[in-house]
Protein backbone atom coordinates (compact mmCIF):
# COMPACT_ATOMS: atom_id res chain seq x y z
CA UNK A 1 0.00 0.00 0.00
CA UNK A 2 2.78 2.44 0.77
CA UNK A 3 4.55 1.67 -1.98
CA UNK A 4 1.63 2.78 -4.66
CA UNK A 5 1.14 5.60 -2.45
CA UNK A 6 4.57 6.45 -2.88
CA UNK A 7 4.35 6.26 -6.51
CA UNK A 8 1.07 8.09 -7.17
CA UNK A 9 2.86 10.67 -4.72
CA UNK A 10 5.88 10.82 -7.28
CA UNK A 11 3.41 10.91 -10.51
CA UNK A 12 1.47 13.82 -8.96
CA UNK A 13 4.62 15.64 -8.67
CA UNK A 14 5.87 15.04 -11.55
CA UNK A 15 2.49 16.06 -13.32
CA UNK A 16 3.08 19.45 -11.48
CA UNK A 17 6.59 19.88 -12.55
CA UNK A 18 5.37 19.18 -16.62
CA UNK A 19 2.52 22.09 -15.75
CA UNK A 20 5.44 24.60 -14.46
CA UNK A 21 8.68 23.91 -16.37
CA UNK A 22 9.18 24.14 -20.14
CA UNK A 23 12.57 23.23 -20.95
CA UNK A 24 13.79 20.77 -17.74
CA UNK A 25 16.84 19.12 -19.07
CA UNK A 26 17.28 15.39 -19.21
CA UNK A 27 19.32 12.43 -20.19
CA UNK A 28 19.42 9.10 -20.63
CA UNK A 29 21.13 5.82 -20.29
CA UNK A 30 23.15 4.88 -23.52
CA UNK A 31 21.63 2.26 -24.44
CA UNK A 32 17.42 3.82 -23.79
CA UNK A 33 15.66 4.80 -26.46
CA UNK A 34 12.96 6.84 -26.90
CA UNK A 35 9.89 5.60 -28.98
CA UNK A 36 8.10 8.17 -31.06
CA UNK A 37 4.30 6.58 -31.98
CA UNK A 38 3.00 8.98 -35.27
CA UNK A 39 -0.92 8.63 -35.60
CA UNK A 40 -0.53 7.93 -39.76
CA UNK A 41 2.32 7.77 -41.95
CA UNK A 42 5.20 10.61 -40.28
CA UNK A 43 6.89 11.52 -43.76
CA UNK A 44 10.22 11.44 -44.22
CA UNK A 45 10.32 15.22 -43.15
CA UNK A 46 8.93 14.16 -39.62
CA UNK A 47 11.17 11.26 -39.77
CA UNK A 48 14.54 13.29 -40.65
CA UNK A 49 13.29 16.52 -38.07
CA UNK A 50 12.89 13.90 -35.26
CA UNK A 51 16.48 12.16 -36.14
CA UNK A 52 18.09 15.70 -36.23
CA UNK A 53 16.50 16.69 -33.14
CA UNK A 54 17.55 13.63 -31.28
CA UNK A 55 21.09 13.64 -32.25
CA UNK A 56 21.13 16.78 -31.20
CA UNK A 57 20.02 16.28 -27.72
CA UNK A 58 22.18 12.78 -27.81
CA UNK A 59 19.07 10.44 -27.95
CA UNK A 60 18.37 7.94 -30.02
CA UNK A 61 14.29 7.25 -31.18
CA UNK A 62 12.54 5.13 -32.76
CA UNK A 63 9.69 6.06 -35.00
CA UNK A 64 6.96 4.11 -35.24
CA UNK A 65 2.99 4.05 -36.65
CA UNK A 66 0.22 3.88 -34.06
CA UNK A 67 -2.28 4.10 -36.67
CA UNK A 68 -4.50 0.94 -36.45
CA UNK A 69 -7.75 0.72 -38.33
CA UNK A 70 -9.30 -1.88 -36.29
CA UNK A 71 -7.67 -1.92 -33.14
CA UNK A 72 -7.36 0.86 -29.82
CA UNK A 73 -3.46 1.78 -29.40
CA UNK A 74 -1.51 0.73 -26.91
CA UNK A 75 -0.46 4.41 -25.93
CA UNK A 76 1.68 2.83 -23.03
CA UNK A 77 4.33 1.65 -25.77
CA UNK A 78 5.20 4.78 -26.80
CA UNK A 79 7.28 7.67 -25.18
CA UNK A 80 5.54 10.61 -26.94
CA UNK A 81 3.11 10.98 -29.74
CA UNK A 82 2.88 12.97 -33.11
CA UNK A 83 -0.17 13.86 -35.21
CA UNK A 84 0.82 15.16 -38.30
CA UNK A 85 -0.40 17.39 -40.97
CA UNK A 86 -2.73 15.89 -43.63
CA UNK A 87 -6.52 15.72 -44.45
CA UNK A 88 -9.55 17.79 -43.68
CA UNK A 89 -11.15 16.77 -40.32
CA UNK A 90 -15.41 15.81 -41.09
CA UNK A 91 -17.15 18.74 -39.05
CA UNK A 92 -19.67 15.57 -37.78
CA UNK A 93 -16.83 16.08 -34.85
CA UNK A 94 -17.33 19.15 -34.06
CA UNK A 95 -21.02 20.60 -34.92
CA UNK A 96 -22.69 18.60 -32.78
CA UNK A 97 -21.01 20.35 -29.71
CA UNK A 98 -21.89 24.04 -30.62
CA UNK A 99 -24.64 26.26 -31.11
CA UNK A 100 -27.45 25.86 -33.52
CA UNK A 101 -26.70 28.84 -35.56
CA UNK A 102 -23.31 27.81 -35.78
CA UNK A 103 -24.47 24.40 -36.73
CA UNK A 104 -26.69 25.26 -39.50
CA UNK A 105 -23.37 27.98 -40.53
CA UNK A 106 -21.09 25.11 -40.60
CA UNK A 107 -23.13 23.29 -43.03
CA UNK A 108 -23.26 25.54 -45.27
CA UNK A 109 -20.12 25.23 -46.27
CA UNK A 110 -19.73 21.85 -46.32
CA UNK A 111 -18.94 22.05 -50.15
CA UNK A 112 -15.76 23.24 -49.56
CA UNK A 113 -14.46 20.73 -47.19
CA UNK A 114 -11.83 18.30 -49.18
CA UNK A 115 -13.43 14.93 -48.09
CA UNK A 116 -11.05 11.75 -48.11
CA UNK A 117 -10.06 8.59 -47.83
CA UNK A 118 -7.29 9.65 -45.60
CA UNK A 119 -9.55 11.82 -43.70
CA UNK A 120 -12.38 8.83 -43.27
CA UNK A 121 -9.39 6.27 -41.67
CA UNK A 122 -8.06 8.49 -39.71
CA UNK A 123 -10.94 11.18 -38.04
CA UNK A 124 -12.06 8.47 -36.51
CA UNK A 125 -8.57 6.73 -35.14
CA UNK A 126 -7.32 10.03 -34.06
CA UNK A 127 -10.19 11.22 -32.24
CA UNK A 128 -10.52 8.15 -30.39
CA UNK A 129 -7.03 8.19 -29.60
CA UNK A 130 -7.14 11.55 -28.13
CA UNK A 131 -10.40 10.48 -26.05
CA UNK A 132 -8.47 8.08 -24.85
CA UNK A 133 -5.54 10.06 -23.71
CA UNK A 134 -7.10 12.96 -22.10
CA UNK A 135 -9.47 10.59 -20.02
CA UNK A 136 -7.14 8.73 -18.86
CA UNK A 137 -4.14 10.10 -15.86
CA UNK A 138 -1.92 7.19 -16.55
CA UNK A 139 -1.38 9.32 -19.57
CA UNK A 140 -1.06 12.48 -17.79
CA UNK A 141 3.06 12.62 -18.91
CA UNK A 142 2.91 11.47 -22.26
CA UNK A 143 3.82 14.60 -24.52
CA UNK A 144 1.81 15.58 -27.80
CA UNK A 145 2.74 17.40 -30.93
CA UNK A 146 0.27 18.31 -33.10
CA UNK A 147 0.97 19.74 -36.52
CA UNK A 148 -1.26 21.61 -38.87
CA UNK A 149 -4.12 19.03 -39.06
CA UNK A 150 -3.11 17.48 -35.69
CA UNK A 151 -3.58 21.09 -34.21
CA UNK A 152 -6.68 20.49 -35.79
CA UNK A 153 -7.56 17.23 -34.16
CA UNK A 154 -6.54 18.34 -30.91
CA UNK A 155 -8.65 21.53 -31.06
CA UNK A 156 -11.98 19.40 -32.00
CA UNK A 157 -10.58 16.92 -29.18
CA UNK A 158 -11.81 19.77 -26.94
CA UNK A 159 -15.18 20.45 -28.67
CA UNK A 160 -13.40 23.86 -30.43
CA UNK A 161 -15.09 24.17 -33.87
CA UNK A 162 -12.89 25.04 -37.08
CA UNK A 163 -13.43 27.30 -39.67
CA UNK A 164 -14.27 25.07 -42.96
CA UNK A 165 -12.18 27.79 -44.93
CA UNK A 166 -10.43 30.58 -44.17
CA UNK A 167 -10.80 32.32 -47.71
CA UNK A 168 -14.64 31.91 -47.63
CA UNK A 169 -14.97 32.98 -43.49
CA UNK A 170 -12.04 35.28 -43.29
CA UNK A 171 -11.96 36.88 -46.57
CA UNK A 172 -7.90 36.30 -47.19
CA UNK A 173 -6.35 33.60 -48.95
CA UNK A 174 -6.36 30.14 -48.35
CA UNK A 175 -2.22 29.24 -46.56
CA UNK A 176 -1.09 27.00 -49.13
CA UNK A 177 2.84 27.29 -48.93
CA UNK A 178 2.58 30.31 -47.15
CA UNK A 179 5.80 31.91 -45.23
CA UNK A 180 3.69 33.26 -42.96
CA UNK A 181 5.16 36.01 -39.86
CA UNK A 182 3.62 34.32 -36.45
CA UNK A 183 3.36 36.44 -33.28
CA UNK A 184 3.99 34.65 -29.84
CA UNK A 185 1.27 36.46 -27.55
CA UNK A 186 1.89 35.12 -24.45
CA UNK A 187 6.23 35.79 -22.95
CA UNK A 188 5.56 32.45 -20.93
CA UNK A 189 4.67 29.66 -23.58
CA UNK A 190 6.03 26.79 -24.66
CA UNK A 191 6.76 28.35 -28.42
CA UNK A 192 8.88 31.35 -26.90
CA UNK A 193 10.66 29.18 -24.59
CA UNK A 194 11.82 26.67 -27.64
CA UNK A 195 11.79 28.72 -30.45
CA UNK A 196 13.22 31.80 -28.50
CA UNK A 197 11.91 34.64 -30.85
CA UNK A 198 8.74 36.58 -30.26
CA UNK A 199 8.20 37.18 -34.17
CA UNK A 200 9.17 33.92 -36.29
CA UNK A 201 8.15 32.62 -39.87
CA UNK A 202 6.33 29.19 -40.64
CA UNK A 203 5.70 27.37 -43.32
CA UNK A 204 1.80 27.05 -43.92
CA UNK A 205 -0.26 24.68 -45.70
CA UNK A 206 -4.09 24.75 -44.70
CA UNK A 207 -7.44 26.21 -45.43
CA UNK A 208 -9.24 25.26 -42.25
CA UNK A 209 -7.75 26.05 -38.26
CA UNK A 210 -8.86 26.88 -35.18
CA UNK A 211 -12.22 28.85 -35.09
CA UNK A 212 -10.50 31.69 -32.96
CA UNK A 213 -12.99 34.00 -32.59
CA UNK A 214 -15.44 31.14 -31.45
CA UNK A 215 -12.70 30.36 -28.62
CA UNK A 216 -12.23 33.65 -27.75
CA UNK A 217 -15.37 34.42 -26.82
CA UNK A 218 -16.20 31.00 -24.77
CA UNK A 219 -12.54 30.95 -23.12
CA UNK A 220 -13.87 30.09 -19.85
CA UNK A 221 -15.12 26.69 -20.89
CA UNK A 222 -11.25 25.65 -21.38
CA UNK A 223 -9.37 27.20 -18.58
CA UNK A 224 -6.41 24.84 -19.57
CA UNK A 225 -6.06 26.28 -23.16
CA UNK A 226 -4.84 29.09 -24.45
CA UNK A 227 -3.89 30.09 -27.84
CA UNK A 228 -0.08 31.07 -27.51
CA UNK A 229 0.67 32.48 -30.81
CA UNK A 230 -1.48 33.69 -33.80
CA UNK A 231 -0.65 35.40 -37.64
CA UNK A 232 -2.60 37.56 -40.43
CA UNK A 233 -3.54 40.38 -37.76
CA UNK A 234 -4.41 38.19 -35.07
CA UNK A 235 -7.05 35.93 -37.37
CA UNK A 236 -5.04 32.40 -37.26
CA UNK A 237 -4.54 30.71 -34.29
CA UNK A 238 -0.81 29.30 -34.34
CA UNK A 239 -0.58 27.60 -31.50
CA UNK A 240 -2.57 25.77 -28.85
CA UNK A 241 -1.21 24.60 -25.83
CA UNK A 242 -2.50 22.63 -22.70
CA UNK A 243 -1.13 23.20 -18.96
CA UNK A 244 -2.88 20.42 -17.64
CA UNK A 245 -0.82 18.06 -20.08
CA UNK A 246 2.12 18.31 -21.91
CA UNK A 247 0.39 18.60 -25.24
CA UNK A 248 1.03 21.23 -28.05
CA UNK A 249 -0.43 22.12 -31.44
CA UNK A 250 0.78 24.27 -34.30
CA UNK A 251 -0.73 24.93 -37.23
CA UNK A 252 2.44 26.05 -39.11
CA UNK A 253 4.56 22.54 -40.25
CA UNK A 254 8.29 22.59 -38.13
CA UNK A 255 9.41 19.60 -40.48
CA UNK A 256 9.25 22.54 -43.49
CA UNK A 257 10.48 25.41 -40.92
CA UNK A 258 14.13 24.87 -41.17
CA UNK A 259 16.43 26.12 -38.56
CA UNK A 260 15.17 27.57 -34.78
CA UNK A 261 11.74 26.14 -35.19
CA UNK A 262 12.00 22.81 -36.55
CA UNK A 263 14.34 22.26 -33.73
CA UNK A 264 12.82 23.67 -30.79
CA UNK A 265 9.99 22.10 -31.77
CA UNK A 266 10.84 18.67 -32.08
CA UNK A 267 13.44 19.23 -29.60
CA UNK A 268 10.73 19.70 -27.17
CA UNK A 269 8.23 16.79 -28.17
CA UNK A 270 11.87 14.44 -27.56
CA UNK A 271 12.92 16.28 -24.12
CA UNK A 272 9.10 15.68 -22.63
CA UNK A 273 9.50 12.02 -24.23
CA UNK A 274 12.44 11.50 -22.26
CA UNK A 275 11.25 13.41 -19.20
CA UNK A 276 8.12 10.70 -19.70
CA UNK A 277 10.65 7.58 -20.04
CA UNK A 278 12.67 8.80 -16.67
CA UNK A 279 9.35 8.85 -14.76
CA UNK A 280 8.20 5.70 -16.05
CA UNK A 281 11.64 3.59 -14.55
CA UNK A 282 11.80 5.85 -10.90
CA UNK A 283 7.87 4.72 -10.99
CA UNK A 284 9.09 0.68 -11.53
CA UNK A 285 11.74 1.41 -8.90
CA UNK A 286 9.35 2.08 -6.43
CA UNK A 287 6.15 -0.41 -7.26
CA UNK A 288 9.57 -3.33 -7.94
CA UNK A 289 7.45 -3.60 -11.33
CA UNK A 290 9.70 -5.02 -14.04
Not at 98 to 103: D, K
Request: charged content about 25%.
Amino acid sequence: MFKHTLALLLLLFSFNTFAIQKSQSCSLDVNEVITIGCTWKCSKWNRWGLRKAARRAGYKVNIVNLYSENATPNLSSVDGILIPGGADINPKYYTPKVEPWLQEHIKSLDYLVNYSSEGDMRDPFEYNLLQEYFNKGEHALTPILGICRGMQMLTVSQGIPLYVDIKKELGFSNRRWKLDKIYVTNPESIVQSEVRDNIFRGVKYHHQGLRLDYFNKHQERWPNLEVTSVSNRGKIAESLEFYDRPVLGVQYHPEWTFGKVRRGLFGWLLNRACLKKQNDKKQKLITGVN
